[in-house]
């Protein structure tokens, strides 16, 4: 707890058995006052492993996708009546230790949103990021800010926190159920005019670490362009998506 305002971490979780202890040790249990995980159908130990962990586990019976999975932790969160909640993928590929100053910054009430951003501070290819994903998150960026009117650091990454009153309001339910759902919701909370802050967090890339391989990449790629021109032609008045009708 923090400022009187429960914190809660929701772990959207696929195969991530070998890096969820190490996840688990790390987050900082003195603030977060409840922690649970959705195993996306994983075709390993996840659940298992979070269950001999102590962890509370919510398990779909098949794969819903990225989006599906993070559709389902904030249902929870509200459902549990947290006032802040911090989305943390398991992989260890984020700092957990961070989740402290995230909360903070919210529960200070500078913020709505806050991202952990891998680019500031030189965070990624230290981490290891591979060169052509650096190159990619920077050009996106670059397009997604002039489209959406925006200076965020950057838009692709998966550590995440929100007040309750901004998860209650965003139409996150309407978003697509794959990776490109974090890009939706950043394009409805820019829009709504939430106020979103960004920190800068070290990443890690190693083997046991989640990410997608090329050509799911450009997949992504193309689908985040056609988001912020969606984003782009509501913030001009021109078409109303729903996506961005609350």
């Given at each position: 707890m923090i400022n009187n305002k429960t914190v809660m971490v929701v772990?959207?979780?696929?195969?991530?058995?070998?890096?969820?202890?190490?996840?688990?040790?790390?987050?900082?249990?003195?603030?977060?006052?409840?922690?649970?995980?959705?195993?996306d159908a994983s075709d390993d130990d996840t659940a298992a492993c979070a269950r001999e962990l102590g962890i509370p586990v919510?398990?779909?019976?098949?794969?819903?996708?990225?989006?599906?999975?993070?559709?389902?932790?904030?249902r929870l969160a509200l459902e549990r009546n947290a006032d802040i909640v911090v989305m943390l993928h398991p992989d260890y590929q984020y700092e957990p230790r961070l989740v402290t100053a995230m909360a903070g910054m919210i529960a200070s009430g500078v913020y709505?949103?806050?991202?952990?951003?891998?680019?500031?501070?030189?965070?990624?290819?230290?981490?290891?990021?591979?060169?052509?994903?650096?190159v990619a998150n920077r050009l996106l960026t670059a397009a997604e800010n002039l489209l959406l009117g925006?200076?965020?650091?950057?838009?692709?990454?998966?550590?995440?926190?929100?007040?309750?009153?901004?998860?209650?309001?965003?139409?996150?339910?309407?978003?697509?159920?794959?990776?490109?759902?974090?890009?939706?919701?950043?394009?409805?909370v820019i829009l709504a005019k939430y106020r979103l802050g960004e920190i800068s967090v070290p990443t890690r890339y190693f083997a046991e670490a989640s990410s997608i391989?090329?050509?799911?990449?450009?997949?992504?790629?193309?689908?985040?362009?056609?988001?912020?021109?969606?984003?782009l032609l509501a913030r001009t008045g021109l078409y109303r998506h729903r996506l961005f009708v609350r």
């Open positions: 772990m959207p979780a696929y195969r991530a058995a070998k890096t969820l202890e190490v996840t688990w040790q790390a987050i900082p249990h003195d603030v977060v006052d409840h922690v649970v995980l959705v195993d919510f398990l779909h019976e098949a794969n819903l996708g990225y989006g599906g999975n993070q559709k389902t932790c904030y709505d949103m806050v991202i952990g951003s891998r680019i500031l501070g030189r965070g990624a290819l230290i981490g290891g990021m591979p060169w052509w994903k650096y925006a200076k965020l650091s950057e838009y692709h990454t998966g550590f995440r926190a929100y007040s309750r009153e901004l998860l209650a309001s965003i139409p996150w339910q309407n978003n697509s159920d794959d990776f490109v759902f974090d890009n939706q919701f950043l394009a409805q391989n090329f050509p799911r990449s450009v997949r992504y790629g193309l689908g985040v362009l056609g988001v912020s021109m969606l984003g």
